[in-house]
């Protein structure tokens, strides 16, 4: 499956970014889907992901409460809204996919990334 990402951008602290991440080849509607991120000079983490059927989804405890993931019906596109953004968040997202119904802590499917930076 290839995985493109966008949406991402400045803003400034407190603001909101909506990342999309559309989905092509195989049956993506079968694979579960979420988000990683990378702040400079630090190591990729993981921040939400959501089951192949879009009704499970959980959020690490550094955004909960800020970023809410989502998935359109047809379920080949992943979205993540980001409200009341930090400084802290800044870090390339990558939009990352596994042949399962509950993504794993090591996604088999990555995307290129797309920057968000947030200014204070």
């Known amino acids: 499956v290839q995985l493109q990402a966008s949406g991402g951008g400045l803003v400034q602290a407190g603001g909101s970014l909506r990342l999309s991440c559309a989905a092509s080849g195989g049956t993506v509607s079968s694979y579960a889907m979420g988000w990683f991120r990378q702040a400079p000079g630090k190591e990729r983490e993981f921040v939400a992901r959501i089951s192949r059927n879009g009704i499970i989804t959980f959020h690490a405890n550094s955004v909960k409460g800020r970023f809410t993931i989502s998935r359109d019906n047809a379920k080949t596109t992943v979205f993540l809204q980001m409200n009341s953004l930090k400084p802290e968040d800044t870090a390339v997202y990558y939009c990352?996919?596994?042949?399962?119904?509950?993504?794993?802590?090591?996604?088999?499917?990555w995307g290129q990334g797309t920057e968000v930076t947030v200014s204070s």
């Open positions: 990352v996919a596994d042949r399962s119904a509950i993504l794993t802590s090591d996604p088999e499917y």
